[in-house]
Structures are given as C-alpha cells and as structure tokens.
C-alpha cells in the first residue's frame, strides 16, 4: 500500500533534549513538507523540501531542522531551541507542480515531561 | 490580515441539512484550492479540489470557486453525524518560485441527529 508512514505516534521529549521525528512516503513523490498544528489552529509551514538535498524554511523553522538525504525520507529534529514543542506535527508529500493536493501521514504527537 | 480566513464554528447543522462552509483568501495569484476534512486527534484527509470558477460535484460535497470575489466555499448535502469534523480551507501561494499551501484555522461541523 502506497502511502506517509510517521513515527513514533507519541513522542515525549525532556528538557535540553533533541528529538527526531520520522517521516517516510513511498508514494515516489518529490515534495515533502512539515507541519506543526496546535490545538484550535490551522497547520503551520515548518519546513519544505522538493529535491534530494535541498529544502527551504517555511514560516516557523525556528528550532528545527531537517534533512532531505533520500526521496522517500525527510525527518524533522526538534532541538532544545525550540521551547514550546509540543503539538502535532503532520508530513506530507505531493507531487511537483501548484495544482497538486498534499497527502498527510497520521500525524506524531510530541509532549514535554 | 490573514491569508486564508475561515470561520472556526462551531457550525451546527440537523442531520440531513445542507452544510454550507466559507472561506476567503487574500493572494489573487493563488490558483488552487482544496478542503481537507478532519476528524479529532486525526490527520487532514483530502475531500476536494477546485481549480476554475464555478461548481464542482463529487458526492454528496459540491466546492464552488469565486476567484473575482476570493471566495471558495463547500457545500455537503445530506448532512450526516459522521460528517462532524474539522473543514480545513488550503489554498496554493507560489512565493521564491517555490508551490505552497496556506491553511486557513478550520471549521468546526457539528451534525446532530
């Protein structure tokens, strides 16, 4: 089955601590994206890529990061800069071109302990 | 102002009414639309797209596009408890050559039986 496999579901992150959260398509598309949505709002641009090793900041990449090493993969780092991190952060991947949907991953909800 | 305005709801409907949702966005350049549904503690799951003015059917939804007036809008006929969610208005936003999705915040669709 085709399709944007997230992990973990639930990610607990300590003080000072970097997290990475895993987000794999094999949809064989070429644009991937992060977003992060709080409760009550929209989702919000992180990070976006659309070619192997090239990806652009979105509108809160602010103490994040991503790599973009393999098509199929684009994980997002949540590091220690990032103050209030938690939230539900969502893939998704969609072919090239403006008339394109995105497609979503179910999505991993990151708490702080 | 904000680029994709929704209005958050809660919009209650009876079951088996019309739901009417509204959105309106600000870039006249944006040349695709598309309504995401989302049920709580889920990810965004496309429902439609809409690209030239008019109507567009699939379903019990019909999306319809005004692009004079920057207005798109989703019609669900027959509504059904299990379309109580949250509607997500996305709309595309071309920026540094690069193909983006603004979300509006949603609204929120309460079907009663």
């Known amino acids: 089955d085709g399709g944007i496999t997230q992990s973990p579901k639930y990610l607990f992150r300590k003080e000072g601590q970097n997290v990475t959260l895993s987000c794999e398509q094999n949809?064989?598309?070429?644009?991937m994206y992060w977003y992060r949505q709080d409760p009550g709002q929209g989702l919000r641009l992180i990070y976006y890529s659309q070619i192997v090793n090239d990806f652009q900041k979105g509108d809160i990449a602010e103490g994040y990061s991503v790599s973009r090493e393999k098509k199929e993969s684009f994980p997002l780092t949540v590091t220690s800069a990032q103050k209030n991190p938690t939230a539900f952060y969502l893939c998704?991947?969609?072919?090239?071109?403006?008339?394109?949907?995105?497609?979503f991953g179910d999505g991993t909800r990151l708490s702080i302990l | 102002q904000k680029e994709v305005e929704q209005n958050s709801g809660p919009l209650s409907v009876p079951e088996g009414a019309i739901a009417s949702l509204n959105c309106t966005y600000s870039?006249?350049?944006?040349?695709?639309f598309f309504w995401y549904r989302q049920y709580s503690g889920k990810s965004p799951e496309l429902i439609m797209s809409?690209?030239?003015?008019g109507d567009k059917e699939d379903g019990r939804f019909t999306a319809q596009l005004n692009k004079a007036s920057q207005y798109v809008s989703l019609l669900i006929r027959d509504s059904q408890p299990s379309d109580s969610a949250t509607y997500l208005c996305a709309v595309n936003l071309i920026s540094g050559g690069y193909n983006k999705l603004i979300f509006g915040a949603g609204t929120r669709l309460a079907v009663h039986p």
């Open positions: 949809l064989n598309h070429d644009a």
């Open positions: 870039d006249r350049g944006s040349q695709s």
């Open positions: 998704a991947s969609s072919i090239l071109g403006y008339n394109q949907p995105q497609h």
């Open positions: 809409i690209y030239s003015n």
